[in-house]
């Protein structure tokens, strides 16, 4: 059984920058696709990254540019790099995994097999 473990948010000012990990384990296929995304009350859970096991990444248009994923396969981590905070960034993060599909369709479909608990971002001065 696959488990995610996310770690890193909290309150930032706009403009800071934080960065949320999650580590992964229990993967039972060489390939496998972990996404980041995001969810504020009384909104659909979006997809704001996703990369795969070989390094391939998707970005949605609204963290293009300021957002960066990566991963570390020694520690069978993920990490999102967050850059020029937005108060409109602030959400409840979710780690998610999937071995069945590509990173846009997670992304975009929102197609996963396993959450993770999910971490407060709050953007605010």
């Known amino acids: 059984q696959v488990q995610l473990v996310e770690s890193g948010g909290g309150l930032v000012q706009p403009g800071g920058s934080l960065r949320l990990s999650c580590a992964a384990s229990g993967f039972t296929s060489d390939y496998y696709v972990i996404g980041w995304f995001r969810q504020v009350p009384g909104k659909e859970r979006e997809g704001v990254s996703c990369i795969n096991s070989d390094g391939s990444t998707y970005y949605s248009d609204s963290v293009k540019g300021r957002f960066t994923i990566s991963r570390d396969n020694a520690k069978n981590t993920v990490y999102l790099q967050m850059n020029s905070l937005e108060p409109d960034d602030t959400a409840v993060y979710y780690c998610?995994?999937?071995?069945?599909?590509?990173?846009?369709?997670?992304?975009?479909?929102?197609?996963?097999?396993?959450w993770g608990q999910g971490t407060q971002v709050t953007v605010s001065s």
């Open positions: 998610a995994a999937d071995s069945w599909t590509s990173v846009r369709t997670m992304c975009v479909m929102t197609v996963v097999a396993s």
